[in-house]
């Protein structure tokens, strides 16, 4: 079993493998046919979002008698343990937080990186607002808003640690998904052929100057030294002098 809790304190359970949408089986909440359903993060009732949550002390800003919330669109490939699997682009490993093993997906695809509802209620991660609605659009044409985020999340990966922003999502089997944003913050490369990442640096540019050496005059003695060193090598066969 898999609980969900909300910024409320509630807690709703759902199998596992069932449908986060109808509770059946056999299916995933993207694929499911049935409408629907919006539950409120913050008071788990149907028919609105926590932005528009009556409840919510924050609420929305009324403008003329209507509601006005600022909107940004994210994109991410899979929600789903099992969909990942399906993309050959997508890199699954362990990452930890607060010393705690977690399943993280490498999403280039994903434009900023998340974290399961599930796993906040675990974690007692603190949650902060968005000043924004982010919809979350997916390849199979569906979305997902949320509203929610946990700023700095100590994340550490082989050992290396990271602050991340990691905004909530009804994610399943999956905990973190790291997105483009820290990929390319943290100059990660992912090796797709052996499902492995390269953590990289900034190159620096090395630049090259050239070599100045200072003129050296010998003196006299060590003028005569040198000729008769040069004679004696020129009758020994050794050199041979030539005439340009």
């Known amino acids: 079993m898999t609980s969900q809790t909300s910024r409320g304190g509630n807690v709703s359970s759902v199998p596992r493998n069932n449908c986060y949408n109808c509770g059946k089986p056999g299916h995933t909440a993207l694929e499911c046919r049935m409408p629907r359903v919006i539950t409120c993060f913050s008071c788990q009732e149907n028919a609105h979002k926590a932005n528009e949550c009556p409840k919510n002390k924050k609420g929305t800003t009324e403008v003329g008698g209507s509601t006005s919330e600022p909107r940004a669109t994210g994109r991410v490939f899979a929600l789903s343990g099992a969909k990942a699997t399906q993309f050959e682009d997508l890199i699954q490993g362990m990452c930890f937080i607060n010393g705690t093993p977690l399943i993280v997906l490498y999403d ?137």
Request: glycine letters at 6%.
């Open 108 to 244: 280039s695809g994903a434009t900023h990186s998340f974290i399961s509802h599930a796993c906040v209620s675990k974690l007692k991660l603190p949650v902060s607002s968005l000043s924004f609605e982010l919809i979350v659009e997916t390849p199979t044409g569906g979305s997902v808003s949320t509203s929610y985020v946990c700023l700095k999340c100590p994340l550490s990966i082989d050992g290396i640690n990271f602050m991340v922003d990691l905004i909530c999502l009804p994610l399943s089997q999956l905990d973190v998904i790291l997105g483009m944003d820290w990929l390319s913050s943290n100059h990660v490369l992912l090796n797709c052929a052996d499902k492995s990442i390269v953590f990289g640096k900034p190159i620096e540019k090395v630049r090259t100057r050239s070599i100045s050496i200072a003129p050296y005059r010998m003196s006299p003695v060590e003028l005569v030294e040198h000729k008769k060193q040069i004679e004696d090598l020129l009758e020994k066969g050794f050199v041979r002098l030539r005439r340009t």
